[in-house]
């Protein structure tokens, strides 16, 4: 039976040459390190279907599919990738070509949405079907040679649609390419290398244990990026926090978005002033008769699943003098949506 979904391929740039030109012993080690980066990275969001040499291959079902989801667990893979090389080269002296050519490997991805069919086979599970082909067929390209990145993600227009992405308003780059088999493809490029740079300059915005006005946690009996869905994806807050109407910038989640949280007849007004998936981001929030207040949400993996910590930094000003009338109440209402919360993943994971 065919199903739908996003199917996503990532690959290592300059992985022939670098082992044609190396030690191979030490060269497949350093591949086989970082690939396996790439598949831990992916696993929690995408169902890792396979390894393929110097490429990891995975799907997620269509109910599966959050775009914003999806575009973070691209990117913190590619930057989890990038750290992984530069702590190997800070880590040695050695002056092999296995370790002296690491800066010539980069990082890619090619997205795209369709039909495929899922069949058990000796290796395991097979996808088979046309768009399988397709995706596949992306990964020769010409986006080095006409973008000048290496590393980047190539999405399909059929991708960004059935994610409800624009390409245009989170900044990618149309592009076009065409197979003798499988036709002319549009597509649009994000270039990661750029959101590296990006986010290391980042400045962070984050309420420290000793600035807190206060503190409250919870574990929650899932994975960091399953939590982290639960948390910040409308379809997924409704099940423990009340509706939520989301203004995002392109169809993706990160810093500037706002949205209003209705829950009952308590309107909450949020804009998000930092995100790191996934592991915190830092928000507004305007609640009911209160003044504005600061709060960074981290995640932190333990052996039970994530501990969910959240923190609020005191109002200034005339806030602070509202802020000393609701802070009881303010704590309040966390600790009951943190409940909520872990209430909510316990009755939908398996």
Not at 132 to 143: C, F, G, T, Y
Not at 278 to 297: C, N, Q
Not at 324 to 336: E, F, K, M, Q, S
Request: aromatic share 6%; glycine share 8%.
């Amino acid at each position: 039976m065919a199903e739908r979904g996003c199917l996503v391929v990532a690959d290592i740039s300059g992985y022939t040459g670098y082992v044609v030109e190396s030690p191979l012993e030490d060269a497949e080690d350093v591949v086989a390190d970082v690939t396996a980066t790439i598949a831990e990275r992916l696993g929690p969001v995408l169902r890792v279907n396979k390894l393929e040499g110097d490429a990891v291959f995975g799907y997620a079902l269509e109910d599966e599919a959050d775009g914003s989801m999806l575009l973070d667990a691209v990117e913190q893979c590619y930057f989890g990738f990038r750290r992984r090389l530069e702590s190997m080269q800070h880590a040695t002296s050695c002056s092999c070509k296995a370790c002296t050519k690491l800066p010539d490997l980069d990082l890619k991805f090619v997205l795209h949405y369709g039909e495929f069919i899922r069949r058990g086979g000796a290796a395991g599970e097979e996808l088979t079907g046309h768009d399988v082909i397709l995706v596949h067929r992306l990964l020769k390209n010409a986006v080095v040679e006409v973008v000048g990145t290496r590393g980047y993600a190539l999405m399909t227009e059929a991708c960004v649609d059935g994610l409800g992405l624009d390409p245009h308003a989170l900044g990618m780059r149309e592009h076009r390419e065409t197979y003798d088999d499988v036709g002319g493809v549009r597509a649009f490029v994000l270039d990661l290398e750029a959101r590296y740079t990006e986010e290391n300059e980042r400045r962070r915005v984050l309420v420290a244990p000793d600035e807190a006005a206060f503190e409250i946690d919870a574990l929650v009996e899932a994975t960091p990026p399953i939590v982290w869905e639960y948390l910040t994806a409308p379809d997924k807050r409704v099940t423990w926090q009340g509706k939520v109407e989301e203004a995002s910038i392109g169809g993706r989640r990160r810093t500037g978005t706002t949205s209003v949280c209705i829950d009952g007849r308590a309107l909450v007004y949020e804009e998000i002033l930092d995100w790191r998936p996934f592991d915190y981001f830092t928000e507004t929030r305007t609640l009911p008769r209160s003044a504005k207040v600061v709060l960074t949400t981290t995640l932190e993996p333990v052996d039970a699943g994530t501990r969910v910590r959240i923190r609020g930094d005191k109002p200034n000003g005339t806030g602070g003098l509202l802020w000393l009338a609701t802070r009881r109440n303010v704590v309040r209402r966390l600790r009951t949506e943190l409940s909520r919360l872990a209430a909510a993943v316990a009755d939908e994971r398996p």
